[in-house]
């Protein structure tokens, strides 16, 4: 019997030298794998034609954008996840790429499945956290990892099997999904270099944004679900904020990261989309859960992005994080508006039937509040710290 290797395919370099390596240096038969989790539709039709070309078994292509968006980027939303200071999208979708991935393996009855990952990188951890957990039994292969191969290694073993490189037409490395865009590679890696216009796609420049623009987000329970007033479905309500805030150049990110083997990288995202809708909720948050909900949730919000972005997606914590912040966005309801101009997001009005906002109470201009009962709380709050200072004064020279 053939032996079979299931391939997480992207078909660009790596991947594409994996297919063939696969077959030369494994013995294997390989099913690729597109996931399709938001890329351009004609990079979903490239690869699906790039691996045939280059003799696969058998090719998928698996549409799991409204999974990717009802089941991931939602909880995320709810969960304020980011990490360092972003949003987290090329995180975000590797789990369920490999969960997709490892259904397929099942079903060809595969020995093995294979991604393109290098040993320097975030994805091994995340493809193969996923891959064990779902399917212990597989083999897996990481051959540029595994045989320690250079980038110009893989353009030489390219140019010899016939391989198109994209490197030499393509000047940057790019990941992209619905819910953000990766951009990486070349003089990118030097984090003394300012990026230059070319590498942004789906954000406008911001210093020729000329109009401002409000935008209003209606959440329920916590998830978005219409923009300006307009019920959209779930892909096409993320594609949308993208296209808004991305035209007045929300979204652009450029960091330095701190990898999960300890390696820093600089990093450029653009995330229109998740900007505006992350904003969004975290301010009706704020209008509608009590402070120490806020507080506690801000952990566990952290938290929450660091299972996402070290690929723990499938972890048991994650869905126990699940349960609290759940209970917190049974009153995330309601709408608010944001302005949006020059790459900022400011928010401006919020609204809810939830709000714990009191407008008697917190008004100088109502009795509602006794102001003189205040003065026995006021009186004895930071007590501790007094007596510390008195202490201080006595004994402590």
């Known amino acids: 019997m053939e032996k079979i290797a299931v391939l997480a395919y992207s078909g660009g370099l ?40 280059l003799g696969v078994l058998k090719h998928y292509t698996i549409d799991a954008k409204e999974e990717f968006v009802k089941d991931y980027i939602y909880r995320a ?28 393996a099942l079903k060809e009855n595969a020995e093995a499945v294979a991604h393109g990952c290098t040993g320097k990188g975030n994805d091994q951890f995340r493809f193969e956290t996923t891959i064990r957990i779902k399917a212990p039994h597989l083999k897996i292969i990481a051959p540029i990892r595994d045989l320690n191969l250079t ?12 391989i198109p490189i994209p490197t030499e037409s393509k000047k940057y490395s790019i990941d992209e999904n619905l819910w953000g865009r990766s951009i990486e590679g070349s003089e ?61 150049g929300v979204g652009r990110i450029d960091i330095i990261e701190d990898r999960i083997i300890g390696l820093k990288s600089r990093e ?14 975290k301010a009706l948050e704020q209008l509608v859960l009590t402070r120490d909900e806020l507080r506690f949730k801000e952990i ?26 759940n209970k917190t ?6 709408t608010v508006k944001v302005k949006l101009f020059g790459g900022s997001v400011r928010v401006v009005s919020r609204e809810s039937p939830y709000a714990l906002y009191s407008k008697e109470l917190v008004s100088f201009d109502e009795k509602e509040i006794d102001q003189k009962e205040l003065a026995g709380m006021v009186k004895y709050h930071g007590l501790q710290a007094m007596l510390y200072e008195l202490v201080k004064r006595k004994y402590i020279h």
């Not at 949003?87 to 789990?95: D, E, F, G, Y």
């Not at 966005?329 to 309601?334: D, Y």
């Open 14 to 53: 790596d991947t594409s030298c994996c297919l063939k390596l696969l077959e030369d240096k494994y013995g294997y038969k390989v099913v690729s794998v597109c996931v399709d989790v938001g890329q351009p539709e004609e990079e979903i039709k490239e690869v699906e034609e790039k691996a045939k070309k």
């Open 300 to 325: 566990v919000d952290s938290l929450y992005g660091e299972l996402i972005y070290k690929g723990l997606w499938f972890d048991p914590l994650r869905e126990d994080l699940d349960a609290f912040i």
């Open 188 to 248: 990118l890696e030097n984090p003394n270099f300012i990026p230059p216009e070319e590498i942004y796609a789906w954000t406008k420049n911001p210093l020729e944004d000329k109009n401002e623009e409000i935008v209003e987000i209606e959440f329920k329970e916590g998830v978005p679900i219409s923009i300006n007033g307009e019920k959209l479905e779930p892909v096409e309500l993320i594609k949308k904020a993208n296209e808004i805030a991305g035209r007045h």
């Open 151 to 162: 980038r110009q290694e893989e353009i030489e073993y390219a140019k010899e099997k016939g």
């Open 329 to 334: 966005q049974e009153r995330v309801t309601g």
């Open 77 to 104: 939303i709810k969960a304020n996840a980011m990490y360092e200071g972003y949003p987290l999208s090329t995180a975000l979708a590797r789990p369920l790429i490999a969960h997709k991935v490892v259904e397929v």
């Open 268 to 281: 450029n995202y653009e995330c229109p989309g998740a900007i505006l809708l992350l904003t969004t909720h």
